[in-house]
């Protein structure tokens, strides 16, 4: 296996059927690395016959890979655990040339990425189903779980390892084969991983890898007829489409879309780590999450104790190097999305906002920015910024609590600070998210826990264990037995 450690530019080509191929077109795109907008790598453009050839590919490779035995899936994915664990500096090397990814951050990710691995492993023997109850005299009933086919997995740039990882090794343990398609501003961390796939022995046609502009051929993969569902990570407008599209087919999709993620602090929380959990909350990657900490809620009555400390806090994030373990704070991916924020941040000081700290860049880096003063007529108060900005909002009491954290089109993560364990519960019940952490920031994620949100946050659940559910078509089965 060629490993990506060298300075040069790589270029890499498509990967279907087992093998590398190029393009039907022999076009190629700029991999751009966010620090200074260098080319970091030359990829295949893909197009919609690309898609087609890929999808063929893994349908014949499900003809037999679906029949394959438990224990089999199980040794492939922990062989690839322990291949990502071996190859663990190229997986960091990439993280933080392709993405910007603070070391931290990456090291986080591949560890992710192996437990994920390992997780998807264990439910291949888990793929149960089960004996009923009829009300026939001599009549047997069962229940038996099938995979579904062809899944198509679309993954984002912000945690590129970790989504293309949790979106294609649960189809696999459960006899599905994958096409991923990357981010176009990630396509490399996924080519890695193919090649870790095919290192340990998967067959040829159940992984495959079509990389390109998901604007001109993410249609083609998701309204394939054989492709039989869905698995998207992405922003809620695309996901609303790809949602159109699947359900006029009637085909299953599943959709991790954006977030506006609340963070309460009631009076009697502890400050500290209320601080602690705002800063790493909302900072994580430069805020380039879905789980982002955007929207933080305070007591009045503690509101200016807790503003001096995390600002404080905020000015001490370092945006150094990306391979310094103390550096916290990266490039933002794109021009388009640095413009974004920049448009986010003037609308809102333009309006009446007040900048505590921050608003300002060094290169392609935004500095850490706490608002307050932010209202309705604001972009930055409904929309998902997706950088290093969050607005900090006085409310008074757990009612306005709720009842503000609750006003927000998205409902994907949560997180309370409070030493009341009633007032702990009525939130957890109340807030309209589908995750919701006590004392805790609003990013947590585990490989088998059941991640996902309501309203324009997405649609279903992915984790280990729920995607049997989503990943196995349910049949009833009776045998007379007189």
């Not at 014949?60 to 040794?75: Q, V």
């Not at 069962?142 to 945690?159: D, E, S, Y």
């Not at 306005?400 to 009341?420: M, R």
């Not at 998210?433 to 006590?438: C, I, L, Q, S, Y």
Request: charged share 25%; hydrophobic share 40%; net charge negative.
């Amino acid at each position: 296996m060629e490993k990506v450690l060298q300075n040069k530019v790589e270029t890499i080509d498509l990967w279907i059927g087992g093998k590398r191929i190029t393009p039907i077109k022999n076009n190629y795109f700029n991999d751009l690395n966010p620090e200074d907008d260098s080319i970091f790598a030359r990829v295949a453009e893909g197009e919609k016959n690309d898609i087609e050839y890929a999808v063929l590919n893994a349908h014949e490779a499900f003809k037999t890979y679906r029949h394959s035995l438990a224990k089999e899936r199980e040794e492939y994915l922990l062989k690839t655990a322990l291949l990502v664990e071996k190859y663990q500096k190229d997986f960091v090397n990439i993280l933080i040339k392709e993405v910007g990814s603070p070391i931290g951050k990456a090291l986080y990710e591949v560890e992710y990425a192996i437990n994920c691995l390992r997780a998807a492993a264990g439910i291949a023997r888990r793929i149960n189903g089960q004996t009923l109850p009829s009300d026939n005299v001599g009549r047997f009933a069962l229940t038996m779980r099938q995979p579904l086919g062809v899944v198509g997995a679309i993954t984002p740039f912000n945690v590129p390892l970790l989504k293309s990882t949790k979106l294609s090794s649960s189809p696999l343990a459960t006899g599905n084969t994958v096409v991923l398609l990357p981010s176009e501003e990630a396509p490399m961390i996924t080519s890695l991983l193919v090649d870790m796939y095919h290192e340990a022995g998967l067959p040829p046609g159940t992984v495959n890898m079509v990389t390109g502009k998901g604007a001109i051929i993410g249609d083609s993969l998701t309204t394939h007829p054989l492709v039989k569902a869905v698995m998207f990570t992405g922003s809620s407008r695309v996901g609303k489409h790809i949602g159109e599209l699947c359900g006029s087919r009637m085909k299953r999709c599943l959709l991790e879309l954006g977030g506006k993620s609340p963070l309460v602090i009631l009076e009697d929380a502890d400050i500290e780590a209320a601080v602690d959990a705002a800063v790493s909350g909302q900072f994580f990657f430069q805020g380039q999450a879905c789980m982002a900490s955007s929207r933080i809620y305070v007591d009045k009555k503690i509101e200016a104790k807790f503003l001096s400390r995390f600002i404080e806090k905020t000015e001490a994030l370092t945006l150094g190097d990306l391979d310094d373990p103390n550096t916290f704070v990266g490039p933002i991916i794109s021009q388009r999305q640095r413009d974004r924020i920049q448009h986010h941040i003037q609308d809102a000081f333009e309006k009446g906002a007040k900048i505590h700290t921050g608003g300002e860049w060094i290169g392609n880096r935004c500095k850490p920015t706490i608002l307050s003063g932010v209202n309705d007529t604001m972009k930055v108060f409904q929309e998902e910024t997706f950088g290093p900005v969050t607005s900090v909002y006085s409310i008074d009491g757990l009612d306005e609590a709720i009842e503000w954290a609750n006003k927000s089109n998205y409902g994907l993560s949560s997180a309370i600070f409070t030493k009341n364990l009633n007032h702990a519960f009525r939130f957890m019940q109340e807030i309209e998210a589908g995750m919701v952490h006590v004392n805790a920031p609003t990013i947590l994620d585990e490989p088998h826990v059941p991640f996902g949100g309501v309203k324009d946050s997405g649609f279903g659940r992915e984790g280990t264990d729920i995607d049997v559910e989503t990943l196995t078509e349910l049949k009833w089965a009776t045998i007379n037995l007189t």
